[in-house]
């Protein structure tokens, strides 16, 4: 197929920037000069490709500022001007000489000689932008990119030419270009992310389900020696007189671990059962385990990453000490739900931090909190904790002694008496956790005025408030079929309730005052299922340990799981807090999570058919038809 030259693609994206997004064309600047651009290959020593010539006699770039149109992530087209100034700084960053000679499908250097940077990169930064090779030859005016945090690699482009026509298509077909797509928004050329997930991921709490806990590890024997046991030298038999020679093994002393200092929280009047019921205990999981059994079994995939607890009693307190598992204890929706109609008392260590927490009944009680922040000793650092500990190698003794010091002041101050060796062969009841939901921001912080470049804050105001609020139903019900949420039961029941009937949120409360709002969204809660352990509160906390465990595991490189999976959970926990959102909150602050959250790149002209309005400016590949 015949591949139009380079003047008559300008011509077709001058023509569609012209219709859909003039700002942007205005920013376009004139042909360049003839002797301007000779001037510039003298100056860098680099004849200029056929292709970027035209391109130059065509445009000479863009002039930066709001709505100078972009390559996708690739930036605005560069300057005559831009390309002789950013090349010259690469070239004195890290061009290799003795790579000039390289094999062209290896870039290999950080910047070549011969290279000409054409676009400016995402956010004007040159050295994430395309360049041309001015090598003479077979390569001469392929296309790469410069990366800002990787080596820089040539793309399937083979010339500038290719490339334009490939811009020119995307913009009169509606098509990705470089994986996104384009858009005119109120006569500015934007880019969105067409995405996509796999609908049926690896789930790794699928895997656990399946896989067995791993039995308590064998008790470790003392390891046999052949030293004596005394340091004494050993008696030597007389076998006659005269100066003798004694060679006598000592032993290194071994280093003495570190206390356990473990994240504790405890509440008053409670059993541990009723106290891991409050953390979010998976009730199948529940069992005694002692401390070694319990970081046994959190390593496991029977765990998939999840936290794991063990609660027992200590005077009038349940106490729950947290072996393994992301931090649960600093938490406030969780000390919350702990202190419900009692107090609870936090005890938490993170590396230089050590932090009391008192709340009551959920309200915490400032006076009664202590933080302490150590200097770190001049010590070698070892990355893994537990051999850390076992080695007794400790980066923060200040914090150490203070996690001790708070220790000892629960006694005086609460009547609790603990230490965490105490317990630690015990067989104390235990259970993963499904941790709780993060806190919803406060309604009071209003919207975001804009959203993935659409003015928010006007269409809050243009529109009544019970046709946004179809509109933004609409868009839920759009982003849950993406996501593939619908098909669960609680969410796809949530969806039915939410499209029959007037939701119950808190904007009409509002106007009745502060304490209707409130009993509202408790209505809310409790008729949705948001409840703690209620359907659509347990569905959203799996979603969110599903993505908790892949993402974990991608970090540790284990376990099936591939970059696909990790978007789609994600993906599918962000659609579930949307609709959380909507529940939970005015509409206009639920409106940013849900929009914020679709994955198709025409979210405008659904959002626009979706509030009935005519004339709204659609997306590419709609707009010409």
């Known amino acids: 197929m015949s591949i139009p030259a380079v003047e008559e693609s300008w011509a077709r994206i001058e023509a569609w920037l012209a219709r859909h997004a003039p700002v942007s064309r205005a920013r376009l600047r004139p042909p360049a000069a003839g002797e301007e651009i000779r001037a510039a290959e003298r100056q860098l020593g680099v004849l200029f490709p056929p292709d970027l010539v035209a391109s130059l006699q065509c445009h000479d770039g863009a002039e930066l500022g709001e709505g100078v149109p972009e390559l996708a992530s690739y930036g605005p087209p560069a300057r005559v001007a831009d390309i002789v100034r950013h090349t010259a700084t690469l070239r004195d960053i890290g061009t290799d000489p003795g790579d000039v000679d390289g094999d062209e499908d290896e870039p290999g250097a950080y910047w070549r000689q011969e290279w000409l940077l054409i676009t400016l990169g995402a956010d004007g930064q040159a050295c994430d932008g395309l360049f041309l090779t001015g090598r003479p030859g077979p390569g001469h005016g392929r296309v790469g990119h410069s990366r800002t945090e990787d080596a820089p690699v040539f793309t399937p482009w083979p010339s500038l030419r290719h490339l334009l026509a490939d811009f020119a298509d995307a913009l009169e077909e ?93 509440a008053e009047g409670l059993t541990p059962v009723e106290l891991l019921g409050r953390l979010g205990a998976v009730p199948t999981t529940v069992r005694p385990r002692s401390r070694p059994h319990a970081e046994h079994a959190a390593a496991s995939p029977w765990a998939a990453h999840r936290p794991l607890v063990r609660a027992g009693t200590t005077g009038g307190w349940a106490y729950a000490v947290q072996e393994e598992g992301a931090a649960q204890f600093v938490r406030p929706e969780v000390l919350r739900a702990v202190s419900e109609g009692t107090c609870a008392v936090a005890l938490t260590r993170q590396g230089p931090e050590v932090r009391r927490t008192v709340v009551v009944d959920g309200i915490p009680d400032e006076a009664a909190a202590r933080l302490v922040m150590s200097l770190r000793a001049n010590v070698a650092s070892v990355p893994d904790r537990r051999l850390a500990r076992r080695l007794g190698v400790d980066p923060w003794p200040g914090s150490t002694a203070a996690y001790t010091r708070l220790l000892t002041e629960l006694d005086g101050e609460f009547g609790i008496r603990y230490r965490p060796a105490d317990d630690a062969d015990t067989g104390l009841t235990s259970a993963l956790l499904l941790p ?190």
């Open 436 to 625: 709780l939901l993060d806190d919803l921001p406060e309604p009071a912080c209003g919207p975001a005025a804009e959203v993935r470049g659409l003015d928010l804050a006007a269409l809050v105001d243009r529109t009544p408030p019970e046709r946004l609020r179809r509109a933004c139903a609409a868009q839920l019900q759009r982003l849950a079929t993406e996501t593939g949420i619908d098909a669960y039961p609680e969410i796809a029941d949530a969806l039915a309730r939410i499209g029959g009937a007037r939701q119950l949120g808190l904007d009409a409360a509002r106007q009745t005052g502060l304490d209707a709002a409130q009993q509202t969204g408790l209505d809310a809660v409790e008729s949705f299922g948001l409840g703690v352990g209620g359907p659509l509160d347990l569905r959203i906390r799996t979603l969110a340990a599903e993505t908790w465990a892949v993402r974990r595991s991608a970090r540790d490189e284990a376990g099936p799981f591939g970059p696909e999976d990790l978007s789609a959970w994600a993906a599918r926990e962000g659609a579930a807090q949307a609709l959380r959102a909507f529940v939970l909150l005015p509409v206009p602050v639920a409106a940013e999570w849900i929009l914020h959250q679709r994955l198709s790149a025409r979210w405008r002209d659904e959002l626009a058919a979706d509030l009935g309005e005519d004339g709204a400016q659609p997306a590419a590949g709609s707009v010409n038809s």
């Open 174 to 266: 509606g098509r990705p270009f470089a994986g996104r797509m384009p858009v005119g928004v109120d006569g500015v050329l934007r880019w969105e992310d067409d995405r996509s997930v796999v609908p049926d991921p690896v789930s790794p709490l699928a895997l656990a389900a399946r896989a067995a806990e791993p039995e308590p590890p064998a008790p470790r024997e003392p390891a046999a020696s052949s030293e004596p046991a005394s340091r004494e030298p050993a008696v030597q038999e007389n076998r006659g007189t005269g100066p003798r020679l004694t060679f006598v093994r000592v032993a290194p002393p071994r280093p003495q671990p570190l206390p356990d200092q473990p994240d504790l929280v405890f």
